[in-house]
C-alpha cells in the first residue's frame, strides 16, 4: 500500500460513493443545504454547531445577477467563506449510481461509436488526433472535399448555350445522379478525363515521403520530381488522345496510357464501394447515439442539479460534423490493397514513359497484366512500394493538398491536351514547392482551417457561455475546463503551419519538435477530456469553490452559493430561452456543415461515378 499515492487512495475512496444510492451523511452538498435550510426554517435548531443567528451572518448582500427583484428574500444566498465554515470539510455533491452512470452512458455511447469509423493503420494517433485536435483532423478532412470540388470543376462540361442552369436544376441533377444515357453519352476523352481527376483526388490522401529522415535530401528531392513527373504522365498522357486524331492515330503510349489509367480507376472505385454499406451503418447509428442523448440530456435537466448535461451536450456538437465528414470522405475498403494497386500503376506507368523515350523497354510489373482488370489483389514487389500509407482525415499530422498543387500547376488547358513524354518542365517542382511551403498553401486552405478552429471553438464557448450565465454568474471551473480543452486541442491546430518539407537542420529539428508537441498536447487533450467526464459524472465540482464561482471570481461576479437546482434557476433567472438561444444557434452551425458536406459529396459522386 506504501507504493499507492495518498491522492489515488482518497478518489478511490470517494469514487465509491457512486455504487450506492445512499446519501453521505457528513460532507454531501444536498445534505449541507438541506441543513442549513431545516435552521433557517426553524425545523432543528443548530447544523453543524451553527445556529441560524450565526448563519445569517454570511448571508450574501450583494447583488445577484440575473434573479428576478420580487423573489430576491425567497432564498438563502450564503458567502464563499460561510460555505466553507457551515459545510462540513470536503462538501462535494457526489451524484448516485444513477445520476453519475446515466450521464455517463448519455455522452460516452456516441464517442464510443467514433471506434467504428473506417481506419486500418495508425489507430492510436487517429484516435488521439480526432479527439486531441478536432479542428486539426477536420481540417484535413473539410480541405480534401474541398479539392475534390475542384476536381469536380475541371471535369465539369461547360452547359450549352440556351440550356437551363438554375440553382434547382442544377440542385436535381446532384441529387439524382447520372443517368445511364448520360453515362454512355461521355466521350472518350470526358472519361478519362474523369479517371485522370478521380484517381489524383485518391493519391491526395497518402503520404508522398516528405517526412522521410533521408539524409541526402537533395537525392529525396530529385526522387519526388521523378515521381510526381511519372505519376502526372499516366494521368494526362491518356487526354492527348483526342489530339489530330482525325489525321494520325493516338501514339502508342496514349493507348497504354488509358488502358491503365482505366483500369485503375475502376479499381479503386470498386475498392471504395465495398465498404459503402459499412460506412452508412455507422453513420446511422452514430446519428441515432447522437439523437438519443440530446433526448437524454433535455429530459435529465428537469430533474438535475447542475445544467452539465446541457453544456456537454453544446460542447460535443463538433463530434456529428466531425463524423459526418469522415464517413462522407472517400475511404478505401482495403488501404494496404489500394497503396500496391497504385504502386503497380506508378510502376507500369514508368515502364510506358521509358519506352516511349527510348530509355528502356515495357518490362511490366511482375505477375500483374496491366491490359486488363484484375480481380487478385497484385503480389507487392520488393523496392517497388512507391506510394505511401493512407493518411487521410488527419490521421496523421500532415499536409495532404497535392491534388491543389497539380491544378493550380497545370491551370493552362494546353498543358493537360498536349502531354508528352519527355516533358521535363518545372511543373513538378511548382507542386513541390507548393506543398512545401505553408506560404504557397491556397487561400482555401487558411479559410477551412479558420472554419474549422472556429466550429470548434464555438461549440466550447457556447458551453462555458451557457455555464456562466447559470447561477452562480460568472466563469467557475465548468466554463474554465471547457476552455482548457480548446486552448489544449488549438496547440496542435497552430502546428499546422510548419514547413511541409524543411530544408535546413534547424528547420527540420523544428518540424521534428513540433509534431512530438502536437501529440502530446493531443495525448493530454484527451486525457483531459476523459477526466472532464470521470468529473461531471461523479459531481465532484459541486462544492463550495465551484459553486460560488471562485475560479474566475472577479467584481460583480460570483463570491456566493445557494442550494437550488435547475427548475429553481429557469423559473427565477428567465434562462430558458438564453439556454434555447445557445443550444440552437451551436446546433445549426453543426447542422450547417453537415449539409455542406452533404452536398460537396453529391456533387462530385455525379462525375467520379462516370
Not at 482525325?246 to 488502358?259: A, C, G
Not at 528502356?360 to 486488363?372: A, F, K, M, Q, V
Not at 506543398?435 to 472554419?451: D, E, F, G, Y
Request: net charge neutral; charged share 15%; glycine share 6%.
Amino acid at each position: 500500500m506504501q507504493f499507492i499515492p495518498r491522492w489515488t487512495v482518497r478518489l478511490l475512496t470517494r469514487s465509491t460513493l457512486l455504487t450506492s444510492d445512499a446519501k453521505p451523511p457528513d460532507n454531501n452538498w444536498e445534505g449541507c443545504g438541506s441543513g442549513i435550510n431545516d435552521v433557517l426554517s426553524n425545523r432543528t435548531s443548530t447544523y453543524n454547531g451553527f445556529t441560524e443567528e450565526d448563519i445569517r451572518k454570511y448571508t450574501w448582500l450583494g447583488d445577484i445577477r440575473g434573479l428576478n427583484p420580487k423573489y430576491r428574500n425567497d432564498t438563502f444566498y450564503m458567502t464563499y467563506s460561510g460555505c466553507l465554515a457551515v459545510c462540513p470539510p470536503r462538501t462535494i455533491g457526489y451524484n448516485n449510481t444513477s445520476q453519475g452512470l446515466n450521464i455517463a452512458a448519455t455522452w460516452i455511447f456516441p464517442l464510443a461509436i467514433l471506434l467504428s469509423l473506417p481506419f486500418e493503420h495508425h489507430i492510436l494517433k487517429s484516435l488521439l488526433n480526432w479527439l486531441g485536435s478536432p479542428q486539426t483532423a477536420l481540417t484535413a478532412s473539410v480541405w480534401n472535399f474541398w479539392q475534390i470540388r475542384r476536381c469536380y470543376q475541371r471535369i465539369r462540361p461547360s452547359p450549352a448555350p440556351g440550356t437551363n442552369t438554375t440553382i434547382f436544376k442544377k440542385a436535381w441533377d446532384f441529387f439524382r445522379g447520372p443517368s445511364a444515357a448520360e453515362i454512355n453519352n461521355l466521350s472518350d476523352q470526358d472519361r478519362n478525363r474523369i479517371n485522370a481527376f478521380y484517381v489524383l483526388s485518391c493519391f491526395n490522401q497518402h503520404d508522398l515521403g516528405f517526412d522521410t529522415r533521408d539524409g541526402n535530401r537533395a537525392m529525396q528531392r530529385l526522387n519526388l520530381q521523378d515521381w510526381l513527373t511519372t505519376l502526372l504522365y499516366g494521368l494526362f498522357r491518356p487526354l492527348a488522345r483526342n489530339r489530330n486524331q482525325d489525321q494520325n492515330p493516338p501514339e502508342k503510349d496514349i493507348i497504354q496510357t488509358t488502358v491503365l489509367l482505366s483500369v485503375l480507376a475502376h479499381e479503386l472505385r470498386k475498392n471504395r464501394r465495398r465498404g459503402v454499406f459499412q460506412t452508412l451503418l455507422s453513420l446511422d447509428t452514430f446519428m441515432m447515439a447522437f439523437g438519443f442523448s440530446i433526448v437524454l440530456a433535455f429530459d435529465d435537466l428537469s430533474s438535475s442539479t447542475s445544467i452539465f448535461v446541457l453544456d456537454i451536450g453544446i460542447f460535443y456538437l463538433w463530434v456529428p460534423v466531425i463524423v459526418v465528414f469522415f464517413i462522407l470522405d472517400r475511404n478505401p475498403g482495403d488501404s494496404d490493397r489500394q497503396r500496391i494497386y497504385m504502386s503497380r500503376w506508378l510502376y507500369n506507368v514508368d515502364v510506358v514513359r521509358r519506352a516511349a523515350m527510348g530509355t528502356g523497354s515495357l518490362n511490366w510489373w511482375p505477375g500483374g497484366d496491366p491490359e486488363g482488370p484484375n480481380n487478385d489483389p497484385p503480389e507487392p514487389q520488393p523496392g517497388m512500394d512507391e506510394v505511401g500509407e493512407f493518411i487521410g482525415q488527419g490521421r496523421v499530422l500532415s499536409y495532404c493538398g497535392l491534388t491543389d498543387a497539380v491544378i493550380e500547376a497545370t491551370r493552362r488547358e494546353n498543358v493537360l491536351e498536349s502531354w508528352q513524354p519527355e516533358m521535363t518542365n518545372t511543373i513538378p517542382n511548382d507542386i513541390i514547392e507548393r506543398l512545401s511551403s505553408p506560404r504557397k498553401r491556397p487561400w482555401a486552405w487558411h479559410i477551412i482551417t479558420l472554419l474549422c478552429l472556429t466550429l470548434v471553438w464555438i461549440d466550447v464557448v457556447w458551453a462555458a457561455w451557457a455555464d456562466f450565465i447559470t447561477p452562480t454568474f460568472g466563469p467557475g471551473c465548468w466554463s474554465l475546463a471547457f476552455i482548457f480543452y480548446g486552448f489544449f486541442s488549438s496547440i496542435t491546430w497552430v502546428t499546422q503551419y510548419r514547413p511541409l518539407n524543411p530544408r535546413t537542420r534547424t528547420s527540420r529539428a523544428f518540424r521534428w519538435i513540433t509534431t512530438r508537441i502536437s501529440y502530446f498536447f493531443n495525448t493530454l487533450a484527451v486525457l483531459y477530456m476523459i477526466l472532464m467526464l470521470i468529473i461531471f459524472s461523479g459531481g465532484l465540482l459541486n462544492n463550495c469553490f465551484c459553486n460560488s464561482c471562485m475560479a474566475g471570481f472577479f467584481k460583480g461576479y460570483g463570491g456566493y452559493v445557494d442550494f437550488e437546482g435547475f427548475e429553481y434557476y429557469r423559473k427565477n433567472f428567465n434562462l430558458t430561452n438564453p439556454w434555447i438561444a445557445l443550444a440552437a444557434s451551436a446546433s445549426f452551425v453543426s447542422i450547417l456543415y453537415i449539409v455542406t458536406a452533404l452536398y460537396w459529396w453529391l456533387e462530385y459522386g455525379r462525375a467520379s461515378n462516370g
